[in-house]
């Protein structure tokens, strides 16, 4: 069993950063990556970037490369994604995920991870 639990939200102005943190415990081996996905209300759950702990390689959605970063800490068996430049459109419950995935699976869709947390609000004013 693998828990996951995200902290780091809150409310920001536009153009304003938070950083997201999400700590991972339980049977590591049931995972490789983790991810972070994002659901406004209404809208479908959107992947953002995952980080693949066995490569070291991280995929990004386009419309947010170079405003997030995702970063881990082994030691702490933690991940964290960097939001800087923030929208008002960038509010949304961001989730973290974890999973194992071989290296043609898609990072970014939803049905391929088989832990959830429990999500983190994040809301941007302009």
């Known amino acids: 069993q693998v828990q996951l639990v995200e902290s780091g939200g809150g409310s920001v102005l536009a153009g304003g950063s938070l950083r997201l943190s999400c700590a991972a415990s339980g049977s590591t081996q049931s995972w490789n990556v983790i991810a972070w996905f994002r659901q406004a209300p209404g809208k479908q759950r959107e992947g953002l970037a995952a980080?693949?702990?066995?490569?070291?390689?991280?995929y990004y959605l386009d419309s947010v490369k170079g405003r997030f970063t995702i970063s881990r800490d082994d030691a702490k068996n933690t991940v964290y994604l960097q939001m800087n430049s923030l929208k008002p459109e960038d509010t949304a419950m961001y989730y973290c995920?974890?999973?194992?995935?071989?290296?043609?699976?898609?990072?970014?869709?939803?049905?391929?991870?088989?832990?959830w947390g429990q999500g983190t609000q994040v809301t941007v004013s302009s």
């Open positions: 980080i693949d702990t066995s490569s070291f390689s991280s």
């Open positions: 995920a974890a999973g194992r995935l071989g290296f043609l699976t898609s990072k970014l869709a939803a049905g391929n991870y088989n832990y």
